[in-house]
């Protein structure tokens, strides 16, 4: 089981080189089970940027369900930009 951070936008589907989900999906080859989840999706990590200001450092709280939320209406099964993923691996 690990995470990983991720908070830049995806370029293309043969990212092999940063801790993507292809990536990922690439090192974690040898392994018989592999699940990959997104830690969010595009409002998570708006709302991630917006408590680095003085209002939003308060409203952090807020802004975090908020975007959440958001991200659960309007969900993507693949984001092109998450926080980071979570895998669990099976050797």
Partial sequence: MLTVPF??????TYDYVRFTKQGL?????D???????P????YCVIFHFLRLGVIGS?????????GYFLDL????NDPRITLGYT?????
């Fill in 25 to 29: 999906t690439h090192l974690l080859d």
């Fill in 73 to 76: 209406i309007f969900k993507s």
């Fill in 39 to 42: 830690n969010g999706g595009k």
């Fill in 58 to 66: 308060v409203l952090f709280p807020l802004l975090n369900n908020l």
């Fill in 87 to 91: 895998v669990v691996a099976i050797k």
């Fill in 7 to 12: 908070v830049f936008e995806i370029h293309d």
């Fill in 31 to 37: 392994f018989s089970s592999v699940n990959i989840q």
